[in-house]
């Protein structure tokens, strides 16, 4: 059994006078012990709403829907789990690196007390073994002068450190799964580069489970086992990443793909770009949500949603045109 299960989960927003908006609709993925899965596409997809549905953090007395199934360590249901049972499973054994970690971080308290306060939640840590913890724990996600450190506000820490705190915080207490929303987004290239290495040797070192959700193909390539590419709410494609990078099916993979610079395209070689925005949808009820910005558009995309079809080497795809098969490649 995978450690997470999900099935048709769904998160829908609902206020009045306004239409009501499914955010997430039907996404299904699972989760192996010491599996990096990546959650891919743009803003808007569905990406984050689907992490706050499994750690439970989505207001749901304001107008918010949540269905389906996530199934964790055998037999909790996140998506059904109480309030007070939630408390002790977020940090102790599902945590999550939230997307910006200055608005994350509390301003008026510094890390020192922001780091204990999980030690003394979850596993009875107080005084100076707390503190001492804390201090290894900084120490760990590469933070210089980490005893300093902890007397110091996130706003006296760079981007970069105050990234690697809440790394530190979301790890204190060894979770088997690791929820990581762009955890290096804002970040330069070299930092970005620390903070991906650091989290390859989180999930080598101690085998927790990391649903990395990203819009940058680059962390994909670096990082994920398996790549599940969201477009308004669904699951367009999912593949192993090796599959997926060297023949996308789908026309939104490919155009993402196409979308990146390469150092092996050609002198003065175009990037292609996906026309429209993520504005441009159609209903998945009607057809293909991709249709009105898709250059394969056919007529079999619109009045039937498109069923999602699996391929070889579990490489899935939900499109009636998809790109054409160049050659087998092993997972």
Same mark, same amino acid.
């Given at each position: 059994?995978?450690?997470?299960?999900?099935?048709?989960?769904?998160?829908?927003?609902?206020?009045r006078?306004?239409?009501?908006?499914?955010?997430?609709?039907?996404?299904?993925?699972?989760?192996?012990?010491?599996?990096?899965?990546?959650?891919?596409?743009?803003?808007?997809?569905?990406?984050?709403?689907?992490?706050?549905?499994?750690?439970?953090?989505?207001?749901k007395?304001?107008?918010?829907?949540v269905?389906?199934?996530?199934?964790?360590?055998?037999?909790?249901?996140?998506?059904?789990?109480?309030?007070?049972?939630?408390? =002790?499973?977020?940090?102790?054994?599902?945590?999550?690196?939230?997307?910006?970690?200055?608005?994350s971080?509390?301003?008026?308290?510094?890390?020192?007390?922001?780091?204990?306060?999980?030690?003394?939640?979850?596993?009875?840590?107080?005084? =100076?073994?707390?503190?001492?913890?804390?201090?290894?724990?900084?120490?760990?996600?590469?933070?210089?002068?980490?005893?300093?450190?902890?007397?110091?506000?996130?706003?006296?820490?760079?981007g970069?450190?105050?990234?690697?705190?809440?790394?530190?915080?979301?790890?204190?207490c060894?979770?088997?799964? *690791?929820?990581?929303?762009?955890?290096?987004?804002?970040?330069?290239v070299?930092?970005?580069?620390?903070? *991906?290495?650091?989290l390859?040797?989180?999930?080598?070192?101690?085998?927790t489970?990391?649903?990395?959700?990203?819009?940058?193909?680059?962390?994909?390539?670096?990082?994920?086992?398996?790549?599940?590419?969201?477009?308004?709410?669904?699951?367009?494609?999912?593949?192993?990443?090796?599959?997926?990078?060297?023949?996308?099916?789908?026309?939104?993979?490919?155009?993402?793909?196409?979308?990146?610079?390469?150092?092996?395209?050609?002198?003065?070689?175009?990037?292609?770009?996906?026309?429209?925005?993520?504005?441009?949808?159609?209903?998945?009820?009607?057809?293909?949500?991709f249709a009105?910005?898709? =250059?394969?558009?056919v007529?079999?995309?619109?009045?039937?949603?498109?069923?999602?079809?699996?391929?070889?080497?579990?490489?899935?795809?939900?499109?009636v045109?998809?790109?054409?098969?160049?050659?087998?490649?092993?997972?």
């Open positions: 059994m995978p450690l997470l299960d999900v099935k048709d989960l769904s998160v829908t927003f609902a206020r006078g306004q239409r009501t908006v499914r955010a997430v609709d039907g996404v299904s993925f699972s989760v192996e012990a010491g599996q990096v899965v990546g959650l891919v596409g743009e803003s808007g997809c569905g990406k984050s709403v689907t992490s706050l549905a499994l750690m439970g953090l989505l207001p007395q304001r107008g918010v829907t269905g389906g199934s996530a199934i964790f360590a055998d037999d909790t249901d996140l998506l059904k789990t109480d309030e007070r049972t939630m408390r =002790d499973i977020r940090g102790r054994d599902v945590a999550m690196i939230f997307q910006d970690p200055l608005s971080l509390n301003p008026v308290v510094p890390i020192g007390v922001q780091v204990t306060e999980v030690l003394t939640r979850h596993r009875g840590m107080t005084g =100076d073994a707390a503190r001492k913890e804390a201090t290894d724990l900084l120490n760990k996600v590469g933070i210089p002068d980490p005893t300093r450190r902890l007397k110091e506000y996130p706003h006296q820490l760079s970069g450190m105050r990234q690697r705190a809440l790394i530190a915080m979301a790890v204190a060894k979770p088997r799964l *690791l929820i990581a929303d762009e955890p290096t987004t804002a970040l330069d070299t930092i970005q580069a620390q903070i *991906l290495e650091l390859r040797g989180l999930v080598r070192e101690s085998g489970a990391l649903i990395m959700i990203t819009h940058d193909l680059g962390v994909v390539a670096g990082i994920c086992d398996t790549v599940n590419v969201l477009y308004a709410g669904r699951v367009v494609e999912s593949a192993r990443r090796k599959p997926l990078f060297a023949e996308p099916r789908h026309p939104y993979t490919h155009g993402l793909l196409g979308s990146v610079p390469r150092l092996d395209s050609g002198r003065g070689e175009k990037l292609h770009a996906i026309r429209g925005s993520v504005r441009d949808v159609l209903p998945w009820p009607d057809g293909c949500a009105p910005r898709c =250059d394969r558009q007529d079999a995309c619109v009045g039937e949603p498109p069923a999602l079809v699996e391929g070889i080497h579990r490489h899935a795809y939900r499109c045109n998809p790109e054409p098969a160049t050659a087998e490649v092993s997972s």
